[in-house]
């Protein structure tokens, strides 16, 4: 997918700064920024690409507790565009402000709620009409769907010294799949073998990358390998 | 109508929230005979408490007519935890493009048999358009659903067979329960619009959405009981025989102007008939 892989640790602030960077490009946006917090709520971490003056601004005003896309994003169970977040607060400082520093307008907020209480949330933000927009968002919001867990998941297992026993397990139908997979077979074959349609072969294969902090296939099999999951062969 | 309600927006829809735990008493506790808590006529669970979505079918008169709840697979939800029998005690899939749909219901009670706009069919065809098209335009691939053999053989039958199933069937307190997968896919949505010949828009427009609303709904039905109450005020006028009967109704609608129960004063011109 050409970008980091931060699934592989260990992950230090500086990977993940690049790799917001690069999921930024890669999306075609003009920014990006992530913020996520443990189940209290009392550890805080961000990676934003806005430029030092708006970071410097926001820290220094506490902006963080204040923000209405992260306030609501973080109950939202799908992604918040800012629209409606200017809709609900309308005329909230923080986002006039953040339009006096040049941020976009557009934009959307991504919410991920962990299994333990802990929630992220993957901002992406373009310049442009609101229609160039809506395409943009309709066209890239899979991908981020699966960035943003993705991000999330990491940041958490980095900042809290998790021990692997407390990632999600894996089930014996993703195992069996990515065994498969590991093997050579392709997502069709695997389906035959198993007797289940592709979409529950491609259901099963998300849900394993998932849970294995993997964006791609291959990573995910070199993952479960590592982690005696599954037999090289 | 379709109109979704998440902690975004609930505080403006409390009053079509507490008739959907109302119809989910009805039919979970009531005709499902599921094990669940029923408290004063609602049944409430833990995973209402955690910011779920709610996509909920409403009738002109704003009675809740359907509904079904929305978590991310990503964290807590039934499958997780509750509904784990289900999988055999596997663990439920996990992915940012899959939600879990919980408590798929709609009012038999008040809705008619057969087919067309108020029958369960139209009303259940509604409800699951609005779930997949909300889903789509979230980025969501694929839902899970918690359904029993009945509303299995509903989805069959309705051209929205799940495409496979996790886990086995299992019993949960009187009844089965069972998880499905459902593609949020427009050939699915296609499918459905198809058989249950909808071919409109099924969510609430800026108009119904405002008067959906607690506020709405209010004023709905204060007017309501204001036409009422003056239909009751003419309706005595009629009856008076005398000119102490009519003078009494006179205070009467006096007062309950006074109080803004009805619009408009007492008209003169209408004492004045009565009296001569």
């Not at chain 1, 050409?2 to 230090?12: F, H, K």
């Not at chain 2, 065809?125 to 509303?151: C, H, N």
């Not at chain 2, 699915?188 to 609430?204: G, M, Q, T």
Request: proline share 5%; aromatic share 8%.
């Amino acid at each position: 997918m050409g970008l980091i892989d931060i699934g592989a640790e260990p992950t230090s602030r500086d990977t993940f700064n690049a790799f917001i960077e690069q999921l930024r490009d890669r999306l075609g946006v003009d920014h990006a920024a992530y913020a996520g917090m443990d189940h209290a709520g009392s550890d805080i971490r961000g990676f934003v690409t806005y430029p030092g003056a708006w970071i410097e601004h926001y820290q220094q005003n506490e902006m963080a507790s204040k923000d209405p896309t992260l306030r609501l994003a973080s109950r939202s169970i799908a992604p918040l565009d800012w629209a409606r977040a200017a809709a609900i607060c309308e005329g909230d400082r923080v986002m006039l402000e953040a339009s006096d520093f040049g941020l976009p307008r557009n934009g959307v907020t991504v919410p991920v709620r962990g299994p333990f209480g802990d929630i992220g949330m993957l901002s992406v933000s373009a310049h442009g009409s609101p229609e160039q927009w809506k395409k943009q968002f309709a066209h890239i919001r899979s991908d981020l769907q699966s960035m943003a867990v993705y991000l999330h998941d990491r940041v958490v297992q980095s900042f809290t010294d998790q021990n692997p026993a407390m990632r999600p397990l894996m089930s014996q139908r993703e195992i069996e799949i990515l065994q498969w997979i590991a093997v050579g077979k392709t997502q069709r074959d695997v389906g035959t073998i198993l007797s289940i349609s592709d979409r529950t072969v491609e259901v099963h294969l998300r849900s394993a990358r998932t849970k294995l902090s993997a964006l791609t296939t291959t990573q995910a099999v070199a993952r479960a390998i590592e982690s005696r999951l599954i037999n090289p062969r | 109508m379709i109109i979704i309600v998440d902690a975004l927006n609930r505080h403006k829809y409390t009053t079509l929230v507490d008739r959907m735990f109302q119809l989910r008493a009805q039919v979970f506790g009531g005709r499902l005979g599921w094990d669940v808590q029923v408290e004063n006529g609602r049944e409430i669970d833990q995973y209402d408490s955690l910011d779920p979505a709610y996509v909920i079918g409403v009738n002109a008169a704003g009675d809740v007519v359907s509904c079904v709840r929305a978590l991310q697979t990503t964290g807590p939800h039934m499958l997780s935890d509750v509904f784990s029998a289900i999988l055999g005690d596997e663990p439920p899939l996990r992915s940012p493009t899959l939600w879990e749909s919980t408590r798929f219901c709609v009012d038999t009670k008040r809705l008619a048999r057969g087919r067309g706009p108020g029958s369960i069919s139209d009303a259940t065809a509604e409800l699951m358009i609005g779930s997949l098209e909300y889903a789509m335009s979230s980025g969501i691939d694929d839902i899970v659903t918690v359904i029993d053999p009945v509303m299995d053989k509903v989805l069959k039958r309705s051209n929205n067979a799940p495409y496979d199933y996790v886990g086995s069937t299992v019993q949960m307190g009187k009844v089965p329960a069972l998880a499905a997968l459902l593609d949020c896919t427009q050939e699915r949505i296609d499918r459905v619009r198809d058989f249950a010949n909808i071919p409109h828009d099924v969510f609430a427009g800026p108009e119904e959405l405002a008067r959906f609303t607690d506020a709405g709904l209010l004023s709905q039905s204060n007017s309501v009981g204001r036409e009422l109450t003056v239909d009751y005020l003419w309706a005595q006028f009629d009856a008076a025989k005398t000119v102490d009967e009519v003078a009494a109704v006179y205070r009467m609608w006096m007062d309950l102007f006074s109080k803004g129960l009805v619009e408009s004063a007492p008209p003169e011109s209408l004492t004045s008939r009565h009296v001569a």
